[in-house]
């Protein structure tokens, strides 16, 4: 386990246990180490890096939402790439659905998908419920449609900026509310 795998795995655990503050140091983390990553599967599939800052923001989303999955007895780093793979195969498929990566890059974390559990869609639905109007049609429309933040700003007539900002606040505000339950 490299010193950074277990950097972040400690922070995980503090923010798992409530500390917001190693929650969002682990975040900005990621997303600094992530966006080489992302840039790197996109240029693999012959892509620009337009989508990285929402492929990175859809990955710290998944990550948030799917905290509570990780066993904090195993490295966390490839838990995290695993998330950022399927992320850009995901964002891949939305763009164009014409697109070969090798299945050798993807075969060790196949299976770990299968053993992820699933928030129900009431239990989704409960947490949106929960944020102000703004922040929850932001947080749907990206973590629930899929969409990207380019198109959501448009949808909502918002800038980019500003559907980055209430992501942000929203994914903070779920996070309060699931460390409260």
Do not use: C
Request: hydrophobic share 45%; net charge neutral; proline share 3%.
């Amino acid at each position: 386990m490299s010193e950074r795998d277990m950097k972040w795995a400690d922070m995980m655990r503090a923010a798992n246990r409530g500390d917001a503050e190693s929650y969002e140091r682990l975040l900005r983390q990621i997303a600094a180490a992530l966006r080489p990553v992302v840039r790197r599967g996109l240029a693999r599939a012959g892509r620009s890096g337009a989508d990285i800052e929402d492929i990175v923001q859809e990955v710290l989303l998944a990550v948030h939402l799917k905290r509570h999955t990780w066993d904090d007895a195993r490295p966390i780093e490839p838990w995290i790439h695993a998330i950022a793979r399927y992320k850009v195969i995901d964002a891949l498929r939305r763009r164009d659905g014409n697109f070969d990566l090798p299945i050798e890059d993807f075969a060790e974390t196949l299976a770990a998908e299968e053993e992820t559990p699933r928030l129900s869609s009431g239990e989704a639905e409960r947490h949106l419920a929960r944020l102000p109007e703004g922040q929850r049609a932001v947080v749907s429309a990206i973590a629930v449609e899929g969409a990207a933040i380019a198109e959501v700003a448009v949808r909502l007539n918002m800038s980019v900026g500003a559907v980055r900002v209430a992501l942000h606040r929203g994914l903070a505000a779920l996070a309060r509310h699931l460390g409260d339950n």
